[in-house]
């Protein structure tokens, strides 16, 4: 079993920056992919970011060029820097981890507000 545990969410104003964090433990020798989804209100949970144990990224559309994606292995955590926020930005942000044997794991989120 993995547990994720996700911090850092909280309210901030648009233009604004928040930094996740998502720490995994238990049995965690097999991950692999790590990355972060979110769901807004009404909306389907979408990907946000996702990080290979390489350090390669990938990136939503509408968040490139926005947040950042990063992971250090020796701590097992990843997390997710967001800078410029928007209105649209907010949801609960989930971090989620897919090992080697295709286990799939998540975090219980994070809740992201982003409102004058």
């Known amino acids: 079993q993995v547990q994720l545990v996700e911090s850092g969410g909280g309210l901030v104003q648009p233009g604004g920056s928040l930094r996740l964090s998502c720490a995994a433990s238990?049995?965690?020798?097999?991950?692999?992919?790590m990355g972060w989804y979110r769901q807004a209100p009404g909306k389907e949970r979408e990907l946000v970011a996702r990080i290979t144990n390489g350090g390669s990224a990938t990136y939503a559309d509408s968040v490139k060029g926005r947040f950042t994606i990063s992971r250090d292995n020796a701590k097992n955590t990843v997390s997710l820097q967001m800078n410029s926020l928007k209105p649209e930005d907010t949801a609960v942000y989930y971090c989620?981890?897919?090992?080697?044997?295709?286990?799939?794991?998540w975090g219980q989120g994070t809740q992201v507000t982003v409102s004058s």
């Open positions: 989620n981890t897919v090992t080697r044997s295709l286990a799939v794991y």
């Open positions: 238990g049995s965690i020798l097999g991950l692999n992919v």
